[in-house]
């Protein structure tokens, strides 16, 4: 008898989605998809929903796979994170987080924008298969790092500004 927890052949297949390569975001959207999927389906549907989705990657995705003999959704998963995931290692963006000023031609919204962006990477590089709990804590611990990062190397005037806020 079916687990009624689970989802049938029809409605997994239904919630594949379509990938193309792209960003780090469309990556993590991706596979928190297919992480239902495969978490929803019994151990025998596994093969056919690997099927399923290697026939909806399209582009980028698509080339990634094209000529590899993928056998598991693990193997699909790292094979993905590797080449379409962040490019740079914890220790790098954490470096170039802890280090960023704003330049002297950069308005205050570049600069912001460009710590938001490397706070949000290495957010993700150090959430990678960590439980809800744990990613509260460390997308926390990065933000309120980031805002003092953000404070310390923006131009002394809004600098002061901001401090008084």
């Not at 409605?11 to 959207?29: R, Y």
Request: glycine fraction near 4%; proline fraction near 3%.
């Amino acid at each position: 008898m079916a687990n009624p927890d689970q989802l049938s052949l029809e409605g997994a297949i239904k919630l594949v989605p379509s990938f193309s390569g792209g960003s780090e975001s469309d990556l993590a959207s991706f596979l928190a998809k297919c992480e239902f999927i495969f978490k929803s389906i019994p151990n025998t549907l596994k093969p056919i929903i690997l099927e399923a989705i290697i026939t909806q990657l399209k582009g980028n995705a698509f080339e990634a796979v094209r000529y590899k003999v993928i056998t598991t959704w693990d193997e699909l998963k790292n094979l993905f994170k590797t080449i379409f995931g962040s490019a740079h290692s914890v220790s790098y963006l954490q470096v170039q987080l802890s280090q960023m000023r704003q330049n002297s031609k950069e308005s205050v919204k570049e600069f912001s924008i460009r710590i938001e962006k490397t706070a949000h990477e290495l957010t993700h590089a150090l959430t990678v298969d960590k439980d809800p709990a744990q990613v509260n804590i460390i997308a926390q611990t990065v933000q309120a790092h980031a805002l003092s990062v953000f404070i310390a190397g923006v131009s002394q005037t809004i600098g002061i500004i901001v401090k008084l806020v």
